[in-house]
């Protein structure tokens, strides 16, 4: 039989998605089923003086309309579970003060959603306005050092002596480059059915950890995780948003206790800016020191970017430099700069991917000043080991990217000097940069029943983003088991299930499919004692856990890739397009090629919107995002995307995990947005150095 791990199958959950069958979080409808609706801040920073829901409440079909006068009392103020990334500082109507524009201030019940709208309107409210801090220039001065998040994400990490290198250094660069604020829009907003029954819980939420909300919520309301139960076996798009447990999913549920019916809670797409996270605006200053001959000699990378006052989150954007580029001397710095937002939280390759853009951009300005070829200038600083811990890789295959991706794209044939490819009146311009994002595993936990007709139920208390893992879990199963994947049912998405971690930064693959793959042998192996003990028919049942082990230790854990893009520049309009893209990857053992295929299209479309479109306006008058809308926050559609052409290496990395493969959601967006703003500079001779750049910025 044909191993099912790394064959291009169709998705497992593909039909149930396709005819509509899959039952997303907002679609499960409890008998007595009623609607919530958030009402939000119009104000910045200040608090409420009053709050007339006289006329909402009397309205025909509302239940009622929970504020900070009449909402429950939660234990500790709403604060008991405060650990984040799974518990966030959340606004649970437990006091008057207004920390953001557009903060939930109120929640409305009603029979119908209409109705709830309705009446969230007429609830009136009035504040009494503080000063609110809505200038990152201005509040940049004043930025902190954030609190360190373990050894890996240390706030700042140094090695060797970079300060002092880069006084003597030959050659020295140095660039400010900026990313601004951006926000996640999933198909799916952010959605949370609660029903009570009794002083049990059941969520059906629209979430990325759903053994995080069980947790997080269990310690809110004061009462035993084994209390709540949560369900997501679908999840429309994630992408760190839904990795957290916000606001709106314990207004829910306060909802439901007091009003003895099962509420759904479901946010409109406005309401996705602002309460649920987004990606922080970055200030990112680079300072490279290199010989003639383009080796490196010492790199700086300081980063500011913007948090809340309610809460700090860190972009960690100098992670790739501590691992990129070998360099004998290095400083990276992260730094928070407090705004009047709501709390920023992870959004794909949160860090890498704003991070890559600035050190991939300024190894491109110093291939330039060199004159040197800027995929030379990589390969003259090509890292064998991690050179801020001089660990060595668990598997690394970037210099395979390198040669295997220019091959396809051509570029051996690119002229070095900008502006020196036409195409009519396009001018045309070919850049690239190198993408990177660390490996991680969680604990996790699986189960399998063998039974007598020879199928197996396979079940992880996982979650399936639209990534795929579904059917890789089914893959790693069948081949564990020794059985086709047509006899193979994997389910996922609820905490009755075996536990399993949060699906972000890449980890759910690495982290479940080896707990699967052991719980799986297990059961085989007392499947063929059974057998020959004379005991055909029973049903086998086994449960495994994994967790990482010394790797971590022993290896330095990270996926690399080449991207190269070409772009066209109209030199009277400024107008850009890309008509293709070519990367290669090294992200560890490939479990289904067609998925992963998919995965890194997504990443590589989406960070064309982040080089081109991607921009949250905040109106530093009221704190209010101007374009908290699918009309004017602009995200890339087919007629924006070329040619993509996506290869990988043949890699299997069992010195990271005993299944041998890595991340692949998050990889794919990063390099992208240096590869086209390189690109851009090639094709016209303008630098950009912010995202997203625009037409103004080439005319």
């Not at 990313?179 to 009794?198: D, K, Q, S, Y």
């Not at 949560?230 to 760190?240: D, L, W, Y």
């Not at 908290?628 to 007629?639: C, D, F």
């Amino acid at each position: 039989m044909m191993a099912a791990i790394g064959q291009a199958l169709d998705r497992t959950d593909g039909t149930l998605k396709t005819t509509g069958e899959a039952r997303y979080a907002a679609e499960f409808a409890p008998p007595r089923l009623v609607h919530a609706v958030i009402v939000q801040s119009t104000i910045a920073s200040g608090a409420i003086v009053a709050i007339d829901a006289g006329a909402a409440q009397r309205m025909p079909g509302v239940l009622g309309v929970l504020t900070h006068l009449n909402a429950p009392r939660l234990p500790n103020g709403g604060k008991a579970a405060i650990n984040p990334p799974a518990g966030r500082t959340l606004s649970l109507l437990q006091d008057a003060a207004v920390h953001y524009n557009g903060e939930p201030v109120a929640l409305v019940v009603a029979e119908s959603l209409e109705v709830a709208v309705a009446a969230a309107e007429r609830v009136a409210i009035r504040y009494r306005n503080a000063p609110a801090e809505l200038d990152f220039e201005r509040a940049k001065a004043r930025a902190h050092k954030p609190k360190d998040a373990g050894p890996e994400r240390a706030a700042d990490l140094a090695w060797g002596d970079a300060d002092a290198a880069l006084k003597t250094a030959p050659v020295r660069l140095v660039q400010t480059y900026t990313t601004p604020m951006e926000h996640h829009n999933p198909m799916e907003p952010h959605a949370t059915v609660a029903a009570w029954e009794g002083d049990r819980l059941t969520l059906y939420d629209s979430t990325q950890y759903i053994s995080g909300v069980k947790e997080t919520v269990a310690k809110t309301f004061g009462i035993a995780p084994d209390k709540v139960r949560v369900v997501s076996p679908f999840v429309g798009g994630g992408f760190g948003c839904k990795g957290s447990t916000w606001s709106h999913v314990v207004l829910a549920a306060m909802a439901a206790r007091r009003f003895a019916r099962p509420v759904k809670l479901v946010l409109a797409r406005p309401q996705m800016f602002g309460p649920v996270g987004g990606r922080p605006r970055t200030e990112q200053r680079i300072t490279l020191g290199a010989n003639p001959n383009g080796s490196l000699i010492a790199v700086r990378h300081d980063v500011v970017s913007h948090t809340s006052f309610m809460e700090d989150f860190s972009e960690p954007s100098a992670m790739p430099t501590r691992s990129l580029y070998a360099c004998p001397n290095g400083a990276t710095t992260h730094r928070l700069a407090q705004l009047a937002v709501g709390v920023p939280t992870f959004q794909r390759a949160p860090g890498e991917s704003t991070g890559t853009f600035a050190l991939e951009s300024a190894m491109d300005e110093l291939a330039y000043q060199l004159g040197i070829d800027p995929l030379e200038l990589r390969l003259r600083n090509y890292a064998e080991v991690e050179p801020s811990t001089g660990k060595p890789w668990s598997s690394k295959m970037l210099r395979q990217c390198y040669a295997h991706a220019a091959q396809r794209f051509g570029w051996a044939r690119r002229p070095m000097a900008p502006r020196s490819q036409r195409d009519g009146r396009l001018l045309v311009g070919w850049g690239m940069a190198t993408a990177t994002y660390p490996a991680h595993r969680w604990p996790a936990s699986a189960s399998v029943k063998l039974l007598p007709d020879g199928t197996a139920l396979v079940r992880s208390g996982t979650q399936d983003l639209g990534t795929g893992t579904y059917t890789v879990m089914t893959q790693v199963a069948a081949d564990a088991l020794g059985i086709p994947v047509e006899k193979v049912r994997f389910e996922l998405g609820d905490t009755l299930m075996p536990p399993a971690g949060v699906s972000g930064g890449s980890t759910t693959v690495a982290s479940v499919a080896p707990a699967v793959q052991a719980a799986c042998t297990q059961a085989r192996e007392k499947k063929a004692a059974a057998l020959a003990a004379g005991r055909g028919g029973e049903v086998i049942e086994a449960q495994a856990s994994a967790k990482a082990g010394e790797e971590k230790e022993k290896f330095a854990t990270r996926s690399f890739g080449a991207v190269f893009a070409e772009v066209r520049v109209d030199e009277d309009l400024g107008s850009i397009s890309v008509p293709r893209i070519v990367a290669d990857y090294s992200v560890g053992r490939l479990m289904n090629a067609k998925l992963a295929h998919s995965q890194l299209m997504g990443g590589l479309v989406w960070g064309v919107g982040m080089a081109l479109l991607e921009e949250s306006r905040l109106d530093i008058r009221y704190g209010r995002f101007v374009n908290a809308n699918l009309a004017e926050y602009h995200v890339p559609v087919n007629a924006d995307i070329g040619t993509l052409d996506i290869g990988f290496c043949d890699e299997d990395d069992r010195n990271f995990n005993p299944v041998g493969a890595r991340g692949i959601g998050e990889i794919g967006i990063t390099g992208i947005s240096a590869a086209i703003a390189n690109a851009v500079f090639h094709a016209t001779g303008k630098r950009v150095r912010k995202l997203p750049i625009r037409l103004d910025d080439l005319i």
